[in-house]
C-alpha cells in the first residue's frame, strides 16, 4: 500500500519536575536544600532515509510519542534526560501544521495547513517538536534569608500538535501524460526501475522513481508520474494526488502516443495535458518541458509527429519508443546534459 499523505498527531517528551528535597547525614540532621533538577522531555525527530519512498508506517501509528523526562533527585542530582524518538520519512515530504479556527462569520470550524518543514536532502534532521525543558529543584531558591525553601518548579510541557505529512516526489525529469502512453515502459528502458506495464489504463497507481546512469560517474534521476486525464486540475481522476508530485520535477518530458494506437490525437492529448498542468499550477506550466513522442515504431506515427511539430515549434521533440529502443541513445545524450550530476564512487 503506498501511502504519500497523512495526518499524524505529535507530542514530545514533558520535562521532569525539580525535587523538592533536604540534605539529611548522620553529621547534618537539619542540612540545607539540595533537590536537583528535572531531566528534559524526550524531541520528536524527522529524519529523511533513502530507505523509505512511503508514508506507509504512518498509515498504521499516526502518534508520535516520546517519553518525558525523569524528576529530579536529592544531593543536586539532575533527572535523567528522555532520548530523543527518530522517524524516519522519504525525501520530498512536505510537513505542514493543522490549525483549526473558527469562522467568525459562520462560526464553523475551519482547518488550514501552515507549511512547516520542508525535507529533501537524504540524511537531513528535522525537529518536529521539541521536549519541555526540567523543573528546577529547590536548591535554586535558596538565598541567605530564605535558606529552607520548599518551592520547586514543575517540568515544561513538550510541544505537541497535529501535521499533515505530504511526500511530493523529487526527480531531475518527470514523465508526464495520459494513461497508456508508454510512460512506464520509458522508464523501465531508461533506468532500472522495474515499473508494473499492461495494456490498460491505470497500470501505475504511484510515482516510481529511477535513476538513469549515463557513464563516467554521471546520473539522474526519472520520476513516472501516474497518468493524467481531463479535468485533473479538478481532482477528476486522482488528478491532485498525482499532480502535485510533477511539482519537484526540474524538466518536465509530455509523453504522447504517436501512434494514437486508441484511437487518440496526439496533439489533442498534448494540449490537454498542457492546460490541466497550467490549470493547477502557473509556476508548473512554466517549467522547461520537451515532447516525447512513443511507439514511433508504429504505422501512422511520423504523419502525427509531423504535426506535433507543426503545432509546438519552438519545443523539442523526440521520436522514440520504448517498445523497441528507437531514438532512446539519443534521448539520453540530451538529459545527460540537462540533469547528469556526477557522484562520487564508493571504494
Known sequence: MFVDQIKVYARAGKGGDGSMHFHRGKFRPKGGPDGGDGGRGGDIVLLVDSSTNSLRQYFFNAKLIAEDGKKGGGNMCTGISAEEVIYKVPSGTVISKVVEEEDPETGEIV????????????????????????????????????????????????????????????????????????????????????PKIANYPFTTLQPMVGVIHFGDHRRGTLADIPGLIEGAHQNVGLGHDFLRHIMRCRILLFVVDAAGTEGRDPVQDLETVRKEVSLYSKELSKRPWHILANKIDVEGAEANVERLKERFKRVKIFPVSGETGLGLDKLRDFLDKKIGQTFEVLK
Open 111 to 194: 482547518t488550514r495547513y501552515e507549511p512547516f518543514a520542508d525535507l529533501t536532502e537524504v540524511g537531513q534532521r528535522f525537529v518536529l517538536c521539541k521536549g519541555g525543558k526540567g523543573g528546577k529543584g529547590n536548591i535554586h531558591f535558596k538565598t541567605s534569608t530564605h535558606q529552607a525553601p520548599r518551592e520547586f518548579t514543575p517540568g515544561e510541557d513538550g510541544e505537541e500538535s497535529y501535521f499533515h505529512f505530504e511526500l511530493r516526489s523529487i526527480a531531475d525529469a518527470g514523465f508526464v501524460g495520459f494513461p497508456n502512453a508508454g510512460k512506464s515502459t520509458l522508464l523501465s528502458k531508461l533506468s532500472a526501475a522495474k
